[in-house]
C-alpha cells in the first residue's frame, strides 16, 4: 500500500455481478458462501496486480467485531463472519470494457476452495478452463458479461 492508493469498499456491484457469476459457473467454482466475502476496489494502486484473493482466519476474523468499537451503533450479528478478501484494481484495467473487470473477479473467484477453507494456487494450470473458455483476449470474454447483464 502506498499514498496514492485508496480502498473503496465495493458498493453491491463486485458482489452481484460474484452472485451471478457464482451462479452461472457453479459446476466449476463449487458453492461459494459469498456472504463470507467482501470487496473492495482499489484505486491508484502501482503494483501490477490485476486482482487479489486473500484468506483471513482468525484472529483476523475479529477485525469487523472490533470495528463495533469505533463505529457505537453498529451492531454485528455472532455468525457474522467474513472469510475471505477480494481486491479488484482499476488502474489496471480498462473500465470501459466490462468483461475486463468480470474476467479478473471471476479469476479471483475461483481461487476460493469450494470448501470455503482455502485458496487454490494461482498458476495457469488451475486456471486453464478459463483460457479455453473464454480464450486469450479477455475483452472478447462477452460470455462472462452476458452472464452479468442477464443475457
Ligand atoms: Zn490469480
Known sequence: MNSTEVWISDDGTLR?????LVKAYSNILGPLQLEKVVFFRVVGCKQPWKGKTWRLTPPYNYVPFAASQVLADVTLPNDFEISFVIAIS?????????????????HELYHIKPDMLGLKDHDIKEHYWMLKE??????????????????
Do not use: C, R, W
Request: aromatic letters at 4%; charged letters at 30%.
Open 134 to 151: 473464454f480464450g486469450l483476449d479477455k475483452e472478447l470474454a462477452n460470455a462472462i458479461v452476458d452472464v452479468v447483464n442477464g443475457k
Open 16 to 20: 452481484e455481478s460474484a452472485i451471478k
Open 90 to 106: 482499476d488502474s489496471k484495467h480498462d473500465l470501459t470494457k466490462q468483461s475486463d473487470v468480470l474476467y479478473t473477479l471471476l
